[in-house]
């Protein structure tokens, strides 16, 4: 009897309402946390002192400058440089900013250079490369596609403009 007129009322129904958004923004929020999850842990799984020994320090600005910045995150799916060491499977790829990430080839990893593919053993230390990826718990990037970036003929420099390229997933 109960049941049935709390079920009529006008009450019951902005309360079930109410309980039902609650439920979809706790659901809400943790989606997002879940996804921000993989590129905040590796970041902080690269090494937290990494950055003080290669040059930004993040101690270094004060609270609540660049809360919501894009800097203290490393890109976890891809790297964009010179080839400086090679140790197959892995090799060891510099940014700009003299950033290094280690990056895993295996046997599904497709290197190409323009059109042509090449195996692991093509590369060279000193190569430009664009590395698309997926990070894995130990701070490195399992490499799904490795380009090998052409020389600049005109003034025989490696042409690494394409970094913007990384910031996107495959």
Do not use: C
């Amino acid at each position: 009897m109960f049941g049935k007129k709390f079920m009529e009322s006008r009450k019951s129904v902005h309360i079930i309402f109410s309980l039902i958004g609650i439920i979809l923004l706790i659901l809400v929020f943790k989606a997002g946390e879940h996804f921000g999850y993989r590129r905040a842990s590796f970041s902080y799984q690269y090494g937290d002192n990494f950055h003080r020994t290669f040059g930004y320090d993040r101690g270094s600005r004060s609270f609540g400058m660049g809360m919501m910045g894009n800097r203290d995150y490393l890109n976890a799916f891809g790297a964009a440089g010179k080839v400086v060491s090679i140790n197959l499977p892995e090799i060891v790829v510099t940014d700009r900013s003299g950033v290094e990430k280690t990056v895993l080839i295996n046997n599904e990893t497709e290197v190409m250079s323009q059109r042509e593919k090449l195996t692991s053993s093509d590369l060279k230390i000193g190569d430009a490369v664009v590395v698309f990826g997926e990070p894995d718990l130990n701070g490195k990037i399992d490499a799904k596609l490795v380009r090998v970036m052409p020389m600049n003929s005109k003034s025989k420099q490696i042409n690494t403009d394409a970094e913007y390229a990384t910031s996107t997933k495959i």
